[in-house]
């Protein structure tokens, strides 16, 4: 029986998006989505791209892992950004002396923006229902 390996978690959200990241350190880079591979989960290049910056980024020190990812809620794209602020956070979890560098990148900031609540007398946030002279 294999000993379980350690992994460190970090957590990530973006809009409604909510993604909980568990990293192992391994031989080479894996990357699976909801028990999916990436390539699988996410069909557009442009947001494994978004993904994996993290793993690229420079003067960092990041080795290979095995990344496993939980996801649930938003759209693909704020899910792809809910894992990217995950993965970063469980690397400087990992090892301090990265946050410096991952901060510089962006990677460690969570984008604050969110739909704007409807309001009453209105047919959405902001749009006013069409005024008629007559």
Excluded: C, H
């Amino acid at each position: 029986m294999a000993t379980p390996q350690k992994y460190i978690e970090g957590i990530g959200r973006r809009k409604t998006a909510s993604a909980r990241v568990r990293i192992v350190k391994s031989a080479e880079s894996r990357v699976i989505v909801n028990d999916r591979p990436i390539a699988e989960y996410f069909y557009a290049t442009a947001l494994q791209k978004n993904i994996l910056d993290v793993l690229e980024t420079e003067n960092a020190g990041i080795d290979t892992y095995e990344i496993s990812a939980k996801v649930f809620g938003g759209g693909l794209s704020s899910q792809s950004d809910a894992i990217k602020l995950g993965i970063a956070r469980a690397l400087v979890k990992e090892k301090a002396d990265r946050r410096i560098t991952l901060k510089r990148a962006g990677l460690l900031k969570r984008d604050p923006r969110a739909v704007e609540r409807k309001k009453f007398g209105l047919k959405k946030a902001r749009r006013r229902p069409q005024w008629s002279k007559r």
